[in-house]
Every structure is written in structure tokens, then in C-alpha cells.
């Protein structure tokens, strides 16, 4: 019997093809293929990852296939797919309704060209989009992207429709952010936040609580405020500008494919319409929808405990990753995973339930924060509760000590906040704890650069067991560090932001910079302008960085600053 062939198109990391084809057997032949040239993949680590094992096992990759012209792709001998597959079809981040439809009609007209008889084409729509009946919400027809009849314009009609479930694939991630916190998983992240659950759960009942958004709209931020003012200015802020007759319902909440752009984080702040006066008049014409990276899970308690099902005494746990702009500096990082335990309880009882929280937590991460230290160790770590100036909210804080040097180091992993506002359990008071996991796990296992946990290098994962804590040794050695200096006229009308310099530094140089020290100021004697200069030393452990790369990346820095900043590079 001939082998099924299966084409898959559209592939953005090729994990749909790696993991699939793990599952199929012998009787089973995939022809993976994706729109972009081999170039344009070298530098996603997931991808070259995923191509080798599909090399590895000898399945067939093409690069630079446009699944609206399957016919030029392959030779007529070549034809006869028995299915095709498009996951999640998107034309790029700022296209609406109209082009994705388009794509759909000119994809389904040119499988039509390489099909087997009998065939199937298999398409992956994230929730709303299809526009059918089985869509829920079930979206306006005008704004979805109406794939029924799409389809027929190639002459197929729509036969089976079921939810997408990426179990059913495991390994496969539609492109964008890969979640360490998902299980499984080796990483040290993981292993903290299941010790740390584990152990609070000890002592009072758990309920795990999920919650996938990343991205919030602008309306649902007030809550934050109320909060921690800073981590909203320092969100990243996407404007979103859409062609409102077209545009995907953005009021239904956030789309998938939204999500998928969270790996770009950095890339966003760059490319904020906001300052190009080109988009500024296409915002005039077109609807604007702002949107944020949650800086912070607490965006997310009013919804926790205004929910039916919340149970006073019991610890509901949220865990996710979060996002702030930050200087750059050794433990402050732009992207961490933060867990958020939510306890609410009888006021009458807030001063115990508060204690023993705030015992069992100093017990948890004394004992976590000592696990590496060797008998003998000259380092010693403890937990500390400090007060805030409010007198009810704590900052939790490590202070590291190392005996024979006088390097004392102090840093925040985390806060407790109490709040007595529900208008729905009016009895209740709250108790919020908030952890940053990437600190502690810094911490627990002697890594010292907050951006080892982000790599995609195995080498790394290969240093963990899942679940357990051993001291971490870094797999590379004596990396190189460049140094260049930059120096800049201000612009005497703009107030000079130098979070916003450390942000595009970081984003210029794909988080390569890994220290940005202010040298000097001048002030020109007669004309009265003034000029900084800053060092930057570009250092990175998990990838090979060359002179060469750096150089460019720093021009690039000098480009990217004029225009984003408004200053005269000198
Ligand atoms: C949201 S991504 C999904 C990627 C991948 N299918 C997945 O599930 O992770 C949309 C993909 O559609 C691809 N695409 C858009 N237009 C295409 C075309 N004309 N031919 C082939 N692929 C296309 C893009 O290159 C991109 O990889």
C-alpha cells in the first residue's frame, strides 16, 4: 500500500511537524514546509532545534513555499497530498479581517492543485475566527473570517469541525511564547514553584487557579493602580491600530495570535505607533486599541475573588509570566514568572491567618534558600519581612552575606499586601503574596544572570533534575565583553528617558547589553547644549557573540536612539 502523505504549510517553528511526526509510523510520509527562507529561521533557537530532529528522522522540509502557489512548489509527480494542514494561518501582525480571509480563499483554491482525491484539508482557526456556528463566541459574519465560505471557493465544503488540542501533539506550540511553568518540564522555575506550592500547601488548602492572558486591555489596567502604580508606567504598552470595518473583534478579549506575539516584547516597545508621525495620521483614520503585557498578576485578584466559587481559607495560587521595563542591571529583568498567592478570611482573624502565612512562607524559603550551600559555606541567606511605609504591606527581601568580605546583598523577591476591599465578601479581608520566581531560583541555585532562564540552549536544561535543587554550573565560560561608548546631543525641547534608552539598548541588541554605566555630561560653553555619554558592555553566556555582531547591533543602537529619543548621536 502506498504511505499516506501528509503536507503541512504555514510551519513557523516547525514544533507541529517535529512533534507529529514523532507520532505517525512508516505508513505515514510529512513534507513540512514554511513561507520563509532558511536565512530568516537561523536565528530562532526552537526552530533550528525542531528542523534537526525532522532531519533526524529523515523527514522532507522545503523553505520559501507560499501555500497560495502549491502548484509552483511541486512538480506534478510530486502532488497527490492525502491532507494538508495550516495551523493557525496569519498574514503578519498588522493585517485584519480582509487579508486573512484572502489568504484562506487563495490557500484552499491552490490545495485544490495537490490533493489526492478524496483529500482533506485541515485548518487550525484561533476561537471566534472561523465565524461558524461551532465558534464560541460566535463572531459578527462580516467581521470573521468566513471560513466555510472561503472554503468553497476552492470547491470544499466544511465536513468536520472539533476544539484544537495541543495535547493531542505533544511538543507542538504554536509559535510565540514557550511556557516554562507547563508541565513537564526540568526547568529550575518549574521546580520552584511546584516546592513552593507544595510547602505552603502544607498548611492551608490549595486551589490552582489558570489564567493565560498576557495582554490586557487598557480598561482593565485601572485595577492595578490601586496596586503598584509604577509597574503600570513601566508596562509596555502596544497600540494596536486596526482598520475598524475589518477589524478582529478586539473587544471580545485577546486573540490567540495576540498572545503568539508576546515572545516580541521588547520588539513591540520599538515599534509603539505612537511616535511615527506616518501611523500617527493612520491612527486619525483607523480605531486604536491599547493593550499592555500584564506587569503583574495582581491585574487579575478582583476577577479571583469576585468569582462564585472563591473559598475563604484556602490559598488560590496563580502563576504566569509578567512584564516591566527596567533599567538594565544584574537582578532587575524586563520578563519574570511571578506566582500570586490570594488567602481571604474573617476579619476578626486577620492578625492569625496573617502570621501564620508570613511563618510558614519565612520557613519555606529559608529552607529553599539554603538547599546549595555546602557545609562550610561562607555565604549565609535569610528571609526577611520589611514593612512598607502603609504599615500593613510587607516587602519580602534576601539578604545574602558572604563572611571574610564585607558584600552584603539585599534583594526583593516579593511582596505581602492586605486589603480589606471586596464588595461581594464584605466579612472578608485579603492577603496577596507575590513572588518573583526567576529571583528566587537565581538565588536557589547560584545563577547569576537572569537570562540563562530564557535560553533555548539544551545545555542548559541538561544542569536540572526535574524536582530537585543541586548547585548550578554554567556551561560556558570566560564569555567576551565588548565595550563601546556612545555620546549624544540631547534634544532641548524633550525631557531625555533613560528607562527608554536602557529598553531599546535591550531590544537592540536582543538582550545582549549586559551593563549600561553613565560616564558623562556636557554642557557646550556657547551654545548651551548638553551631551551624555554612556558605556555599554555588550556580554552574553548562552550565545556565541562576535566583535563583528556586536559593531553592528551598536550602529544600529546610534539609528535606533535618534529616532526613537530624539537625540543626536556624536
Ligand atoms: C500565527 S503563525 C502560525 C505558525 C504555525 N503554523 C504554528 O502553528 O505555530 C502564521 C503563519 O502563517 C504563515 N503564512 C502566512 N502567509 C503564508 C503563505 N502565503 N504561505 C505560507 N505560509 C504563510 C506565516 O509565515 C506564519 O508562520
Known amino acids: ?137 460566535m463572531r459578527e459574519w462580516h467581521n470573521s473570517w468566513q471560513v466555510v465560505a472561503m472554503a468553497a471557493l476552492g470547491g470544499f465544503i466544511l465536513s468536520d469541525v472539533h476544539p484544537f488540542s495541543c495535547e493531542a501533539v505533544p511538543g507542538y506550540k504554536c509559535t510565540g511564547y514557550r511556557g516554562f511553568l507547563e508541565a513537564p518540564s526540568r526547568h529550575p522555575i518549574k521546580t520552584i514553584n511546584e516546592k513552593l506550592i507544595a510547602e505552603l500547601g502544607k498548611a492551608f488548602p490549595l486551589k490552582r ?104 481559607g484556602s490559598l488560590h495560587v496563580l502563576s504566569g509570566p509578567v512584564f516591566q521595563k527596567c533599567p538594565i542591571l544584574p537582578f532587575t529583568m524586563p520578563a519574570f514568572h511571578e506566582t500570586l498567592f490570594i488567602l481571604g478570611f474573617n476579619k476578626n482573624l486577620r492578625d492569625d491567618y496573617l502570621q501564620s502565612l508570613l511563618d510558614h512562607l519565612k520557613g519555606t524559603l529559608d529552607s529553599l534558600l539554603t538547599q546549595t550551600l555546602l557545609e562550610g559555606s561562607k555565604l549565609s541567606r535569610s528571609v526577611e519581612f520589611i514593612f512598607q511605609s502603609n504599615e500593613k504591606d510587607y516587602i519580602i527581601k534576601v539578604k545574602s552575606h558572604n563572611f571574610g568580605s564585607d558584600c552584603a546583598k539585599d534583594l526583593i523577591i516579593g511582596s505581602v499586601t492586605t486589603s480589606a476591599t471586596s ?20 538565588l536557589v541555585w547560584g545563577i547569576s544572570d537572569w537570562r540563562m532562564l530564557w535560553t533555548f540552549d539544551h545545555r542548559f536544561l541538561k544542569n536540572f533534575v526535574p524536582g530537585k535543587i543541586e548547585p548550578f554550573k554554567s556551561y560556558s565560560l570566560y564569555p567576551p565583553c565588548y565595550v563601546h561608548d556612545i555620546s549624544f546631543w540631547l534634544d532641548e525641547k524633550k525631557e531625555f528617558d533613560e528607562l527608554e534608552f536602557h529598553t531599546v539598548a535591550r531590544a537592540v541588541s536582543q538582550d545582549t547589553v549586559i551593563s549600561i554605566q553613565f560616564l558623562s555630561r556636557f554642557q557646550h560653553p556657547k551654545t548651551q547644549q548638553v551631551s551624555l555619554c554612556y558605556r555599554l558592555t555588550y556580554q552574553t553566556c548562552d550565545k556565541a557573540l562576535t566583535q563583528h555582531q556586536v559593531g553592528s547591533m551598536q550602529s544600529q543602537f546610534r539609528k535606533e536612539i535618534q529616532q526613537r529619543l530624539h537625540v543626536i548621536p556624536r
Open 1 to 137: 500500500m502506498a504511505p499516506r502523505r501528509l503536507l503541512l504549510v504555514g510551519e513557523g517553528n516547525f514544533s507541529f511537524a517535529a512533534a507529529l511526526s514523532e507520532t505517525l509510523n512508516a505508513s505515514t510520509r510529512v513534507t513540512a514546509t514554511c513561507l520563509q527562507r532558511p536565512a530568516e529561521l537561523a536565528r530562532d533557537p526552537v526552530a533550528r532545534e525542531n528542523l534537526q530532529r525532522l532531519r533526524e528522522r529523515g523527514t522532507e522540509v522545503r523553505f520559501g513555499v507560499d501555500c497560495t502557489q502549491l502548484a509552483d512548489a511541486f512538480e506534478p509527480h510530486h502532488r497527490e497530498f492525502d491532507r494538508i494542514y495550516f495551523n493557525f494561518p496569519h498574514c503578519g501582525r498588522k493585517a485584519g479581517v480582509a487579508k486573512n480571509r484572502e489568504l484562506l480563499a487563495k490557500f484552499f483554491q491552490s490545495c485544490k492543485d495537490v490533493l489526492a482525491e478524496g483529500g482533506e484539508v485541515h485548518v487550525a482557526l484561533c476561537r471566534g475566527q472561523g465565524g461558524t456556528p461551532a465558534d464560541k463566541p
Open 209 to 312: 487557579l489558570k489564567c493565560s492572558f498576557t495582554l490586557l486591555p487598557e480598561r482593565s489596567t485601572s485595577v492595578l493602580t490601586s496596586w503598584n502604580c509604577d509597574s503600570l508606567s513601566a508596562a509596555f504598552w502596544i497600540s494596536l491600530c486596526e482598520d475598524n470595518s475589518n477589524s478582529e473583534s478586539l473587544t471580545d478579549g485577546i486573540t490567540q495570535d495576540m498572545e503568539d506575539f508576546l515572545v516580541l516584547f521588547s520588539e513591540f516597545s520599538l515599534k509603539d505607533p505612537g511616535r511615527d508621525s506616518r501611523e500617527e495620521a493612520h491612527e486619525g483614520i483607523y480605531g486604536q486599541t491599547k493593550v499592555c503585557l500584564r506587569p503583574s498578576l495582581l491585574a487579575h485578584v478582583q476577577t479571583v475573588i469576585q468569582a462564585p466559587d472563591f473559598l475563604p
Open 423 to 442: 464588595i461581594i465578601h464584605k466579612d472578608q479581608c485579603f492577603m496577596f503574596v507575590s513572588m518573583n520566581l526567576d529571583l528566587l531560583a537565581m
